[in-house]
């Protein structure tokens, strides 16, 4: 079976919580991971891969790959897209930061750099290497939000319709452990304007299932 239907099955399975702290081969995982240097010669600014983790998170937010402020910060989400994705989550910065409630995992770790249309794709090597480990160690998860088209590429297969706008639209297919959703960034303001059913329909269910896990606030 293909790696993206079984990180989707995975998703949708009933699974017991085991709310264990992190573990030696967990830690030293991570500690693999923030070391990489699988494709440090293609990235202009260096490695420094920028994530957030531990077993017992019950939120995965699946992202893109970290923009340049976030690369200097070394912090997931510590900009206008991050204060965008807390509103639509109702999620304060103190509950969005704790590693053992949300777990923030893009598909590239690390700044990819610019191209003529704003940042790069993220660089495949890093999903490719360490995202199945990864995700093998969040036991806990209840919800994953997926962000964009290439966290959907991985998350969703086959499931994945046409364009993202079509499978965000699609939301129900997906819900409630999995939800696809446009990326937070002001370069998406165009696409909430066209799309307002985004905000009326699909927000007030994610709230609600925040407040429901405690994640809210």
């Known amino acids: 079976m ?5 990180a989707l099955a995975a998703a949708k399975q009933s699974k017991p919580r085991a709310a264990s702290k992190p573990t030696p081969r967990f830690r030293a995982l991570l500690a693999e991971v923030r070391g990489c240097q699988l494709c440090a010669k293609h990235l202009p600014l260096g490695p420094r891969p920028v994530l957030q983790i531990d077993p017992r998170a019950r939120l995965l937010i699946a992202g893109q790959a970290p923009g340049r402020r ?10 206008a897209s991050g204060d ?20 923030i995992l ?15 794709p993220p660089r495949p090597e890093c999903a490719d290497a360490w995202r199945a480990r990864l995700l093998a160690s969040l036991p806990n998860l209840e919800v994953t939000l ?12 086959a499931a994945q319709k046409a364009s993202l706008t079509e499978t965000v639209r699609a939301w129900r297919e997906f819900w409630p452990a999995l ?13 909430l304007r066209k799309n ?20 809210a606030g």
């Open 2 to 6: 293909p790696v993206q239907e079984v």
């Open 70 to 79: 976030v690369h200097d910060s070394g912090i997931p989400f510590e900009d």
């Open 84 to 103: 965008r994705l807390r509103d639509w989550l109702g999620m304060s910065k103190e509950v969005f930061y704790d590693a053992s409630r949300v777990a």
């Open 106 to 120: 893009p598909m590239g770790f690390c700044y990819p750099g610019t191209g003529g249309s704003g940042d790069l």
């Open 146 to 157: 997926v962000i964009g088209q290439y966290a959907q590429e991985y998350h969703l297969g």
């Open 179 to 191: 939800l696809p959703i446009p990326h937070p960034s002001p370069r998406n303001n165009i696409w």
């Open 196 to 215: 307002p059913w985004f905000e009326r329909d699909v927000l007030p269910r994610l709230r609600k299932r925040m407040r429901a896990l405690d994640l």
